[in-house]
């Protein structure tokens, strides 16, 4: 299976000094026809490191829930972050950005939860995400 590739969504007012996302027809072209119908989310991360020689990872149970219905939207691909077991060594003193993105959520939703469900301490957890137009998140974990 060819690896997904996101495709931001164009927001259909653009504010002054603000521009549209633009996907390369490249890109368009070599995603599978199965996905480009489909909605995702975009969750970019941002983790403050203080720390020397830090490792963060991802695990594949990472998931948004719907705060009224419980719905779990999947992790379906990440950029800049290893899925677990694997870790990813992040540089020195700094904030360090990953992205993190997921099926849709159901249309229903207005605040949802970004929950890391792992066998250990310390997976990411991000309570009452406020839903917005275009799907696409900033958050500090």
């Excluded at 993105?101 to 310390?122: H, N, R, Y």
Aim: glycine content about 4%.
């Amino acid at each position: 299976m060819k690896p997904l590739i996101p495709v931001l969504k164009a927001t259909p007012k653009v504010l002054p000094g603000e521009t549209k996302p633009k996907v390369d027809t490249e890109v368009l072209s070599s995603i599978a026809p199965e996905f480009l119908e489909d909605s995702f989310v975009y969750v970019h991360c941002y983790f403050e490191n203080t720390s020397k020689d830090m490792l963060i990872r991802v695990w594949r149970t990472t998931y948004l829930i719907d705060r009224f219905s419980g719905s779990k939207s999947q992790l379906v691909h990440v950029e800049n972050i290893s899925f677990a077991p694997m870790w990813t060594l992040i540089p020195d003193n700094g904030t360090y950005n990953f992205l993190l993105v997921f099926s849709a959520l159901p249309k229903s939703c207005k605040q949802f939860d970004l929950i890391e469900e792992i066998p250990q301490p310390g997976g990411f957890f991000v309570q009452n995400i406020q839903r917005n137009e275009r799907d696409v998140y900033h958050v500090n974990i």
